[in-house]
């Protein structure tokens, strides 16, 4: 018997509520960027073990502003933490939603892969009393196995 992980039946007006949520999220947050990944390979990253350094250093510059030279953006850098610290919640809810999506659909698409084989593995089998060696080549295409070209000695 195949696997039925999970069982959806999404309407249309559904799939726009989610769209249009997703959207109406992403047009209350303008500023946010794009980056190639290339750009953010460059970057020094803030991650959990640096965020107290970081908060620490801003918080002694802060209160001691007479060794902060005139090219260092304090006020700058206190804007940036404190918009990372607003968007922390939002990333942690869209992760979480992205999360779910991927875990469904990859349910969805083995439930489906599931059938498939098991119904190939029907056709295989009675397909030719039935008239179905045709379709059967085709489907079985897709297990084509691609031969290894043998290295010519020199």
């Not at 620490?56 to 030279?69: D, F, G, S, Y």
């Not at 469904?104 to 089998?125: F, N, P, Q, R, W």
């Amino acid at each position: 018997m195949a696997q039925n992980i999970v069982s959806l039946d999404f309407t249309d007006e559904q799939i726009a509520g989610a769209v249009a949520g997703v959207q109406q999220a992403s047009s209350s947050l303008p500023g946010l960027i794009g980056m190639e990944s290339g750009d953010r390979r460059g970057l020094t990253l803030l991650g959990p073990r640096s965020q107290a350094f970081a908060r620490q250093a801003l918080r002694v510059l802060e209160q001691n502003p007479h060794i902060v030279p005139a090219s260092l953006n304090l006020a700058e850098a206190q804007a940036d933490l404190t918009a990372l610290d607003k968007l922390a919640p939002v990333l942690e809810q869209l992760q979480r939603l992205t999360t779910q999506v991927e875990d469904t659909v990859a349910a969805l698409g083995s439930d489906v892969m599931s059938v498939a084989l098991e119904g190939y593995a029907h056709i295989k089998l009675s397909g030719a009393a039935h008239g179905l060696d045709d379709l059967r080549k085709e489907l079985g295409t897709r297990f084509a196995k691609t031969r290894r070209k043998v290295a010519e000695p020199a």
